[in-house]
């Protein structure tokens, strides 16, 4: 019973173009979610987060949209560059509970 | 400063051997979490303590599994009797949490485990 969804396994964008990656959630007690970004051989860095209270959070090249009705969010970034190249995680909390992280999405941005 | 230190960063063992992995949160740091990650997968929760007290853990996991964190500082995860299914990076992440709203989980680089 996956939580949290990432739906699309890699994605690969011309550097400098938008890359969007999507999230789905089913359980619609999460409040609260964050986006990670994970090189191999290193722990997961955070991002960005958002609260269900908000429907977009920015900073610098990196926006997330939340969609509570559709159990959605993505991540925008723009513009993309050869370092955003790595696997990205959304995660989701309930209440202040542990986070679930969804399966990842690996981001190849070519030059 | 230093972030969230894991030791050691490999273990490789013998099935049926118990294993035991350390984490170092940031010092000021409340929440300590420990999760598990397979190739192509998300990190998978296992458990967290809030200060020393363990306030969940999940229920997929195995009693061969434990975990603590004396005084509120480190904490220690082992795992008893190891299987081939362990096999896994094991992560351990701190957060300070002092409202319903902006935790961030720091993660160390992970301890990976190789069970032969």
Same mark, same amino acid.
Request: net charge positive; charged share 20%.
């Given at each position: 019973?996956?939580?949290?969804?990432?739906?699309?396994?890699?994605?690969?964008?011309?550097?400098?173009?938008i890359?969007?990656?999507?999230?789905?959630?089913?359980?619609?007690?999460?409040?609260?979610?964050?986006?990670?970004k994970?090189?191999?051989?290193?722990?997961?860095?955070?991002?960005?987060?958002?609260?269900?209270?908000?429907?977009?959070?920015?900073?610098?090249?990196?926006?997330?949209?939340?969609?509570?009705?559709?159990?959605?969010?993505?991540?925008?970034?723009?513009?993309?560059?050869?370092?955003?190249?790595?696997?990205?995680?959304?995660?989701?909390?309930?209440?202040?509970?542990?986070?679930?992280?969804?399966?990842?999405?690996?981001l190849?941005?070519?030059? | 400063?230093?972030?969230?230190?894991?030791?050691?960063?490999?273990?490789?063992?013998?099935?049926?051997?118990?294993v035991? /992995?350390?984490?170092?949160?940031i010092? @000021?740091?409340? !929440? %300590?979490?420990w999760? $598990?990650?397979?190739?192509g997968?998300?990190?998978?929760?296992?458990?967290? /303590?809030?200060?020393?007290?363990q306030? @969940?853990?999940? !229920? %997929?996991?195995?009693? $061969?599994?434990?975990?603590?964190?004396?005084?509120?500082?480190?904490?220690?995860?082992?795992?008893?009797?190891?299987?081939?299914?362990?096999?896994?990076?094991?992560?351990?992440?701190?957060?300070?949490?002092?409202?319903?709203?902006?935790?961030?989980?720091?993660?160390g680089?992970?301890?990976?485990?190789?069970?032969?």
């Amino acid at each position: 019973d996956q939580q949290v969804k990432q739906n699309s396994p890699s994605l690969s964008v011309q550097e400098g173009r938008i890359s969007i990656l999507n999230c789905d959630y089913t359980n619609s007690m999460f409040d609260y979610f964050l986006w990670y970004k994970k090189y191999p051989a290193e722990g997961p860095t955070f991002l960005i987060s958002i609260s269900s209270i908000k429907d977009k959070n920015e900073d610098g090249r990196f926006t997330v949209f939340l969609n509570k009705s559709a159990k959605h969010l993505s991540l925008h970034i723009v513009p993309s560059q050869p370092g955003d190249s790595a696997v990205y995680f959304c995660a989701a909390s309930a209440g202040g509970q542990n986070f679930v992280f969804g399966p990842g999405t690996r981001l190849s941005v070519l030059p | 400063d230093t972030g969230v230190s894991q030791d050691p960063r490999h273990k490789i063992t013998k099935r049926g051997q118990n294993v035991t /992995f350390r984490c170092d949160p940031i010092s @000021e740091h409340n !929440r %300590l979490y420990w999760y $598990r990650q397979t190739l192509g997968q998300g990190p998978e929760f296992l458990t967290y /303590f809030q200060n020393e007290a363990q306030l @969940e853990k999940s !229920r %997929l996991l195995s009693d $061969r599994f434990s975990a603590e964190r004396p005084k509120g500082s480190f904490s220690t995860l082992e795992i008893q009797r190891t299987e081939q299914g362990d096999s896994a990076m094991y992560l351990c992440a701190s957060s300070y949490r002092k409202g319903p709203a902006g935790e961030k989980l720091f993660f160390g680089s992970g301890t990976q485990l190789s069970v032969l």
